[in-house]
């Protein structure tokens, strides 16, 4: 039972060598070591079914290709209103496929500006795989969106705004990951377990868009919103505030950055060198796979521990195997936590947390010993 489940911890954090998500092929697109990956954009004002340019970083043979293909995708009616698309397109680049998100923003309606029904603009972010870019597709939709106030059918403030605004969609979309992990490097396990365990995180002694940064970290390798039956968030608060009383600060004035009250575990520590490896080979696509990968495993933890809390309730056989899980799996208190919140108005599934509970207080006495 548990060999199987160290191998399937294994294949989790392997993901460099094969994912399940990333075949060979697609993953020639992250060769090791690639230094920069190529990014582009092009905006178009969409009138009466026609696309107008109004800007691109494309190639000038490429731009037509690309506006070709979002013609075909409007006249299909492929491209809804304030909701991203992405697919693969081939165009006359140096990568010839790649990864392509598409989004019409639509003009505001108003009764003085009828013949505005239906009309737009259409965003395209375009680089790396399509796999690479679905990984990022709430960051992208949000990013785009952002580009939205700025946006008039006279578009006077294209060198002024909304130029520099796509030329930073990259370095704004995809690379904050990869910036964390490299201004971190091997304490990157303290920020996973804190935002595992709901701990607050403050950075000081850095600019804004480290604050940031690190801030969206921590939201992406959250499990908020994604673990079933999740605690509400009183029981949660109140467990996070009785087991981490302290918030997790990270001092950038120094080099490397200084960090107070920092705490990790053994699963937390296993994910290090795999988020070192990707960050060295500059592959935020990969990067964001594995942290995706370190999510899912979390996940899986904790299903298992619930499962074995309602077996425990009717078998003490079940209750030992729920000793050896958190033993081996290096992420009992962080399960642990979650499950007490998650089950505060269940008297047997308390009870049964706090045996789990003592027994891991003893077995981080005798590995003290």
């Not at 693969?88 to 019409?104: I, N, R, W």
């Not at 467990?239 to 950038?252: A, H, R, Y």
């Not at 399960?335 to 919140?341: D, F, G, P, V």
Request: contains cysteine; proline residues 4%; negative net charge.
């Amino acid at each position: 039972m548990f060999s199987s489940q160290t191998s399937s911890f294994q294949e989790s954090i392997d993901v460099e060598e094969k994912d399940a998500d990333f075949d060979s092929e697609e993953l020639g697109a992250y060769s090791p070591r690639v230094q920069h990956i190529s990014s582009y954009y092009s905006i178009y004002y969409y009138q009466n079914t026609s696309l107008t340019l109004l800007d691109s970083s494309l190639p000038a043979e490429a731009e037509p290709e690309l506006r070709s293909y979002i013609s075909r995708r409007l006249s299909k009616g492929a491209l809804l209103g304030g909701m991203g698309n992405i697919a693969t397109v081939e165009l006359s680049v140096p990568e010839q496929a790649v990864g392509c998100y598409c989004c019409l923003l639509e003009q505001e309606r108003s009764p003085e500006q009828p013949e505005a029904d239906g009309n737009g603009w259409v965003v395209c972010l375009l680089g790396g795989s399509e796999k690479g870019l679905n990984l990022f597709r709430i960051e992208l939709d949000k990013y785009v969106q952002g580009l939205q106030s700025s946006l008039t059918p006279e578009m006077q403030n294209l060198e002024s705004e909304v130029r520099p605004y796509l030329s930073r969609w990259y370095e704004e979309s995809v690379m904050h990951i990869h910036r964390v992990v490299q201004l971190v490097q091997t304490n990157i396990s303290y920020l996973l377990y804190a935002a595992l365990s709901h701990t607050h995180v403050e950075v000081t002694g850095a600019d804004e868009r480290t604050k940031t940064d690190v801030t969206r970290f921590i939201k992406a390798a959250s499990l908020q919103g994604l673990v079933q039956e999740e605690p509400s968030t009183a029981s949660l608060c109140k467990t996070v505030s009785e087991d981490s009383p302290t918030d997790l600060l990270i001092d950038c004035a120094s080099s490397p950055p200084a960090f107070t009250n920092a705490v990790s575990n053994r699963f937390c520590d296993d994910w290090i060198q795999a988020f070192i490896n990707a960050a060295e080979r500059f592959n935020p696509f990969l990067l964001r796979q594995i942290l995706e990968n370190f999510k899912l495993k979390a996940i899986q933890d904790m299903n298992n521990l619930k499962r074995f809390i309602r077996q425990a309730e009717m078998s003490h056989y079940a209750l030992f195997r729920c000793c050896l899980f958190l033993q081996s799996c290096g992420n009992g208190d962080v399960l642990l936590q979650n499950a007490r919140a998650e089950h505060s108005g269940l008297p047997e599934a308390c009870s049964i947390i706090r045996v789990l509970e003592e027994f891991l207080a003893e077995q981080a006495v005798d590995t003290v010993q």
